[in-house]
């Protein structure tokens, strides 16, 4: 029998199971989640409840002497650590042993445990009793860590397929029930000892009995645990786990018709049904496990770590935050022992009854309908807003003042709520359904341990991290300062943004599906019938009809509508890549009047951006062909629009070294978002176009590169033309007016409004086709997505009737030797000739206001220049070469690159560049550096070269790999090439920089100009690379033009014989 009959099998899963998802909801769903869910409630209330256990304790044992940080870190972290490992010992015996026989064990632990912190030893010596409640609260977390993963497993192979994930939610909603109970008991035991104890005393002291309340606090956590032990007791193993495990189907349907009404399942009780077939016998961690699950697993770990990391933090720091709003402050040698503890609680209180139970009922009620992945997504998006709006003002708004308490409480508050209507609810249920029977307890428990490892970071690195005064001093004392705050709520939020993006490209949607089509839809994926390989080689160049009718279409609007949308993104890249040479000008008037920009400085200013441009490119091309172009690619718009806005509000306003560090962070994270739109514009763009035109597409989408370099340039002028005419007074003695401040912040900032325009465009344009048909193999999605956006013709059968899915491509991965034998070469010429033009055309830039200084305003020192007429000169001189020579160059490639051809044209663009710079450069030291006359014709000759780079290799370079490489590898090919082209950006600028250099370190930045030799070195420097640019093309670089992308890349296939090798592999197996 082959694997895909045995794969079809094992997922017909047995009748008792089909039944269990089909079944309405019965009066025993209800029971497993209050029998379940008492021992969540157990988890929380014995958790949550050490927060005002330790205030208490502070006040009896430790009156006058703190706690030390060593020893309040232990305390918190004990329970945790024991979680983690019950979550991993615990979460392996349910799969090993069944999850009935540990689960009842797991709550029995956790009850005597709770009466064993309750009796901990000793009345007097602290040592001893937080020996004795560390050990007994590490035995407490072992039974804590088993009931997670045992809870969430048990509810999922109880529940039906379409109700699922809110009968989970509901047993986690236990939790919420928990804190608040936990807060509602301390503080009614904080009233009853208060009012009739022996008295209570207001001078610091604790009364002698309040040694019974805290341990009265703990013990009654046990209670509501030990009245459902009984029925946990009964509770029959789950079917799945006695059908697919067990493989006994005839118990597994006994089971199940003793506790629910199920129907369609008495033949399987009656007679002696098959038993499913076994499993894949790979084990947990081996290779096929981890290319089946593997991903699944890291990304449930991953995220339970972040959110975790977000979700005990903030507990803990609860009490903190509020600490003058919940109470007066007032030292422990004055405070009442009770009402500390009573103010503590009672803050817990309201967190948990406004805003962390909301949160988990709206997960109830919503996840059976908008999705889990959807709602993690939208918990990290609110909760890192949230971070971000308190931290950022926090050092001068919220901790200044007194008004704003309440407001900040409301606005915390709100972190709670969408921590748990988002992923805290979220990150226990999806590791419930991902993972096959046999693995799910074991995977959820490794999730989970990866969770409370990031609770212990989160508490424990966070108290470290942020207590401000030495230990010895009084635990009321410690409170973080507002700077580490804001820095800590800072940090939070990235958490928060880096959890957003593990969802949005790791984890799955597991709504609406069963247990068995989750498990079983991985071998589908990773399965491929050794039968089908012949037919999959003699069907791969039958390109869909989809293809061919795009590639055969007349030229639409949606055409010009993709070259906008696409284009403005390649428009936000430029204006934020080029505005860096007017801006940095501004800021050495600014920042650096009478001691100039050290030369590394400068470098690494101009370098940041470029660097996480490269970074961009081989993380955002990579994500493009594993998830999708659509997705990643407004992601990278947003990444851009917020980063812009970024630089615009970078700290701090009078230290220099402050204002570069955070403007290198926003650049760099600028450039994140820049990497990712290049390869994907001109992917996408590829894909959409059709075969006559295709490379006029792209190029117009990398034209608007000229644009944007051209109303950089503008802006830059209108704002120095409006600041220096409408402010406070622009100065002429080289001091910039204070408002010169605002006005570079403002240019960087313009630049993201077009971008931000086009945004909502972006998310709604579809899917390419050629993706959803060659990678997804979903060729009727990939014609009506096409049909929504375009009039094509010849595809109505693929729309209407199921056609045959492309054959997958051939196996070969990245960089395999069948992949380097394929397209090695056109990897290597396509990132070689990148990095050569990148040289050339960012250093040409770079050198742009220095090489004409002299012609473009009278030189002068910055002690004498006004800031906005110095940055003006710059901006202007670069608006007239992107209006006469940059422009120009783009619409000509445009025009012409499919009447000439690619490699024609990057050679031609090679060769006059060559010329150029050996013309510019033989002669500079004797002719165009000593007459003055010859400036204007130098401006001149110099243009030619923006004129030549852009009409040849600088767009080329662009449009080659998105047309060269196979779907699958398309995005990631033009990424790497990319890449090498910014690492050649970075030799350009950084390098030249410093080879050029005159004067040292310490003198002004405006005489920093290269001598006539060293420029003439430059040029001919510039004019060999240029002529290596053209060698490279020549032998290494094939021509694209008039073939369809299918065309281009079985070309290579059949270059290498390919085809013969595999059909002749696939007929031998066929034949056996």
Known sequence: MNSESQIKKRTLPPRVLSSLDAARIQWYHFKAIIIAGMGLFTDA??????????????????????????????????ALLGTATGQLVFGYLGDRVGRRRVYELCLIIMILSSFGCGFSVCTSRRSCVMVSLGFFRFILGLGIGGDYPLSATIMSEFSNKRTRGAFIAAVFSMQGLGILVSSAVTMAVCVAFKNFGSGSKADGEAPVEADVAWRLILMIGALPAALTLYWRVLMPETARYTALVEHNIVQAAKDMQKVMSISNISDEITTEAPSPSPPPTYKLFSIRFLRLHGRDLFAASANWFLVDVVFYTSNFLLSHIFSSYSHKPSSSATTNVYDATFEVAKLGAIIAACSTIPGYWFTVFFIDKVGRVRIQIMGFFFMAVIFLAAGIPYTWYWSKHEQTEKGFMVLYGFVFFFCNFGPNTTTFIIPAELFPARFRSTCHGISGAAGKLGAIVGTVGFLWATKEV??????????????????????????????????????????????????????????????????????????PKVLLSLDAARIQWYHLKAIIIAGMGLFTDA???????????????????????????????YAIALLGTATGQLVFCYLGDRVGRRRVYGICLIIMILSS???????????????????????????????????????????????????????????????????????????????????????ADGEAPVEADVAWRLILMI????????????????????????????????????????????????????PP?????????????????????????????????????????????????????????????????????????????????????????????????????????????????????????????????????????????????????????FIIPAELFPARFRSTCHGISGAAGKLGAIVGTVGFLWATREVEDGDDINQVYPDANRMRTAFLILGGVCIAGMFVTYFFTKETMGRSLEENEHEHERDKNVEDEEIGDGQSLAST
């Open 45 to 78: 209330y014995d958790l949550f409840c050490i927060a005002p256990i330790m205030k208490m304790i502070s006040h009896i044992y430790y009156h006058g002497d703190s706690i030390t940080t060593a020893v309040l870190s232990l305390s918190y972290a004990i």
């Open 470 to 543: 030495e230990d010895g001093d009084d635990i009321n004392q410690v409170y973080p300062d507002a700077n580490r705050m804001r820095t800590a709520f800072l940090i939070l939020g990235g958490v928060c943004i880096t959890g957003m993006f593990v969802t949005y490209f790791f984890t799955k949607e597991t709504m609406g599906r069963s247990l068995e089509e989750n498990e079983h839809e991985h071998e589908r994926d990773k399965n491929v019938e050794d039968e089908e390989i012949e037919s999959q080689i003699k069907k791969r160049t039958l390109t």
């Open 575 to 605: 204006y934020d890549l080029f505005c860096i040479a007017p801006i940095m000008k501004m800021i050495s008037h600014i920042y650096y009047h009478g001691d100039s920009i050290t030369t590394a400085v400068l470098s690494l200013s």
């Open 645 to 731: 806005f970024g630089c615009g509000f970078s700290v701090c306003t009078s230290s220099r070294s402050c204002v570069m560090v955070s403007l290198g962070f926003f650049r760099f994270i600028l450039g994140l978002g820049i990497g990712g739109d290049y390869p994907l514009s001109a992917t996408i763009m590829s894909e959409f176009a059709n075969k006559r035109r295709r490379g006029a597409f792209i190029a117009a989408v990398f034209s608007m590169q000229g644009s944007g370099i051209l109303v950089s340039s503008a802006v830059t002028m209108a704002v120095c033309v409006a600041f220096k005419n409408f402010g406070g007074g622009s100065k």
């Open 751 to 802: 630049g993201a409004l077009p971008a931000a325009l086009t945004l909502y465009w972006r998310t709604l344009m579809p899917e390419t086709a050629r993706y959803t048909a060659l990678v997804e193999h979903n060729i009727v999605q990939a014609a009506k997505d096409m049909q929504k956006v375009m009039s094509i013709s010849n595809i109505s059968d693929e729309t209407t009737t199921e």
């Open 805 to 957: 899915s492309p054959s997958p491509p051939p196996t070969y991965k990245l960089f395999s030797i069948r992949f380097l034998r394929l397209h090695g070469r056109d990897l290597f010429a396509a990132s070689a000739n990148w990095f050569l033009v990148d040289v050339v055309f960012y250093t040409s830039n770079f050198l742009l206001s220095h090489i004409f200084s002299s012609y473009s305003h009278n030189p002068s020192s910055s002690a004498t220049t006004n800031v906005y007429d110095a940055t003006f000169e710059v901006a202007k001189l670069g608006a007239i070469i992107a209006a006469c020579s940059t422009i120009p160059g783009y619409w000509f490639t445009v025009f012409f690159i499919d009447k000439v051809g690619r490699v024609r044209i990057q050679i031609m663009g090679f060769f006059f560049m060559a010329v150029i710079f050996l013309a510019a450069g033989i002669p500079y030291c004797w002719y165009w550096s000593k007459h003055e006359q010859t400036k204007k014709g130098f401006m001149v000759l110099y243009g030619f070269v923006f004129f030549f780079c852009n009409f040849g290799p600088n767009t080329t370079t």
